[in-house]
């Protein structure tokens, strides 16, 4: 059974940071692309950052370009995303999810995992 369990999210003022963890079990973590989407409250789920199996390649939204960093350990079977300059509107459930496919050009929706976790949830306060 496939089991990805978010951790690290809470609340936070504008401009500090978090990083994220996610730990993956019941799949072959260095056969899979790793990914974080978010959805905020009333709003569509939204493709945040992605980073392939061998870590060689990494995409992001425009909205977090150059602020957000997705990492992995394959030996740990865990992903990361550190966030820094965090701003209200980053405010969220952020979900980590697994793909058999990296996309060039991800979905907006993150439609292309096949798995997620439960979600963890990211406040960022004025």
């Known amino acids: 059974q496939v089991q990805l369990v978010e951790s690290g999210g809470g609340l936070v003022q504008a401009g500090g940071s978090l990083r994220l963890s996610c730990v993956a079990s019941?799949?072959?973590?260095?056969?899979?692309?790793m990914g974080w989407v978010r959805q905020a409250t009333g709003k569509e789920r939204e493709f945040v950052a992605a980073?392939?199996?061998?870590?060689?390649?990494?995409r992001y939204s425009d909205s977090v370009k150059g602020r957000f960093t997705i990492s992995r350990d394959n030996d740990n079977n865990t992903v990361y995303l550190h966030m820094n300059s965090l701003k209200p509107e980053d405010t969220a459930v952020y979900y980590c999810?697994?793909?058999?496919?990296?996309?060039?050009?991800?979905?907006?929706?993150?439609?292309?995992?096949?798995?997620w976790g439960p979600g963890t949830q990211v406040t960022v306060s004025l």
């Open positions: 999810a697994a793909a058999l496919q990296f996309s060039v050009v991800p979905s907006e929706r993150g439609t292309e995992y096949g798995y």
């Open positions: 019941g799949l072959t973590f260095r056969s899979v692309h």
């Open positions: 980073i392939s199996r061998k870590s060689v390649s990494t």
